[in-house]
């Protein structure tokens, strides 16, 4: 069972306030407790989010995680309900990758995109001492609601309902600023942690065995996801000659000195691109969490930089 949907877990609601001229939209989170006495969830989630908008914006990774603008109560019935404010996001990536040729993420969007979340976790565990435990990441800038407003419904006693927003149309940026986002299941990481975490399909095996877990669970996390968003999809051929490398062994020299395309397959060192990658991946994947790499060792690895420079913000 996915630790989001055991019973006692908060729901979360989410819309942007319409903008009006000369006023920026802002997005608000409800929590609201699904049952008496559980509210536990939104008051841990609020103090997350407090400790990590105002720990250290100097951090290269302070951009890279959602960061609360304001928070206030409203009583709603018997009960008070807890509402974040923040900048307004745009999408997820599952929908993001959609808009790609065959669902698949290009190699060199992926390794932008993964060393902004490396930098975030890398704040969030360094500087926050924060464990994320979740795989909400978010594409940043949303549409102009006023120029394209949601439709909406209007209740007697004034309540206005907006229908949820997740597809903004294409992109004028290949890729913009990714955010790590959903902070209600964080968890403090200077302390020794037990349970249920993270999406099933990307549950670290000490999470599984219910072994104790810390930040390396998140990294564990992080290297499964980056596997999906750039094989899913059509026939891929760097996969191809890596397969066949994998059953045969490395090419002749000889072979490779007077292919034309051979840069396509091989870095300026003679090491796979593909190869690359799994080595990137297998430092993320390891049985034992403190065998993983950490967020800021892992920015160091040649396949992140091979062809592209380092971010910096």
Request: charge should be positive; charged fraction near 25%; glycine fraction near 6%.
């Amino acid at each position: 069972m996915d630790a989001r949907t055991q019973p006692g877990y908060v729901t979360h609601l989410e819309h942007s306030i319409p903008a009006q001229p000369q006023r920026k939209n802002k997005s608000l989170k409800l929590n609201a407790s699904l049952h008496q006495g559980k509210g536990d969830t939104s008051q841990s989630e609020l103090k997350t989010l407090r400790l990590i908008s105002g720990k250290n914006p100097s951090h290269t990774g302070y951009p890279f995680v959602r960061r609360l603008l304001d928070s206030f109560q409203f009583q709603h019935e018997s009960r008070k309900c807890q509402t974040l404010v923040f900048e307004p996001l745009r999408e997820p990536l599952w929908l993001y990758k959609t808009r790609f040729i065959g669902d698949t993420i290009p190699s060199d969007v992926l390794k932008i995109m993964v060393q902004m979340i490396l930098q975030g976790l890398d704040y969030l565990h360094t500087e926050c001492h924060v464990i994320h435990t979740d795989s909400s990441i978010l594409a940043k800038d949303a549409e102009d609601e006023y120029k394209n407003p949601l439709p909406q419904k209007t209740y007697h006693d004034g309540r206005t309902i907006y229908l949820s927003r997740n597809n903004y149309g294409l992109t004028s940026k290949t890729t913009g600023m990714i955010q790590i986002t959903g902070f209600d299941l964080s968890v403090r990481g200077d302390r020794p942690n037990f349970g249920c975490i993270q999406a099933e399909i990307y549950r670290a095996p000490e999470v599984i065995l219910d072994a104790g877990y810390s930040y390396s669970a998140d990294i564990w996390n992080l290297g499964v996801m980056d596997i999906d968003p750039l094989h899913v999809g059509c026939y891929n051929e760097q996969n191809h000659f890596a397969h066949i490398i994998a059953l045969l062994g490395q090419p002749p020299k000889k072979l490779l000195d007077t292919g034309k395309r051979t840069s396509r397959f091989y870095a300026l060192s003679g090491m796979l691109r593909q190869r690359m990658f799994i080595e990137f991946i297998r430092t993320m994947i390891k049985w034992n969490p403190q065998e993983r790499s950490t967020a800021r060792e892992l920015l160091q690895e040649p396949w992140l930089h091979t062809g592209l420079r380092k971010i910096v913000v």
